[in-house]
């Protein structure tokens, strides 16, 4: 199912406010990077860090994947000969904006290994 073409603006609004959140998120993670002094804390903090990892991953190729939904989208909107201006400009934009959540997942990988 596709967007209706007036509704693609506003999910293009929506990724983008989603990777500034993620973005948000991940400088978070890096910055809470001090462990306590004692062990079962540190257990805790480990086990809970873990759990954020992999929420922060999979939220991350949510993301993607909705990228590429909108990339779909625009796509057929080409291919059924609606040679907007717009979508090219939305094009743009979703792939600058998948750009950065590429780099933010290279990053965070980075990060915990």
Do not use: C, H
Request: charged share 35%; glycine share 4%; aromatic share 8%.
């Amino acid at each position: 199912m596709l967007y209706q073409l007036s509704y693609i603006p506003t999910a293009i609004e929506r990724f983008a406010v989603t990777v500034k959140e993620i973005a948000q998120l991940f400088g978070t993670k890096l910055a809470e990077t001090e462990l306590p002094d004692e062990a079962d804390a540190i257990e805790f903090q480990l086990r809970s860090q873990a759990d954020q990892n992999r929420q922060l991953k999979d939220d991350i190729r949510s993301v993607m994947r909705e990228a590429r939904y909108l990339l779909s989208n625009l796509e057929a909107r080409k291919a059924d000969g609606q040679e907007d201006r717009d979508i090219k400009q939305d094009w743009d934009t979703v792939q600058r904006l998948l750009g950065q959540l590429r780099d933010m997942e290279m990053g965070f990988l980075r990060s915990v290994t």
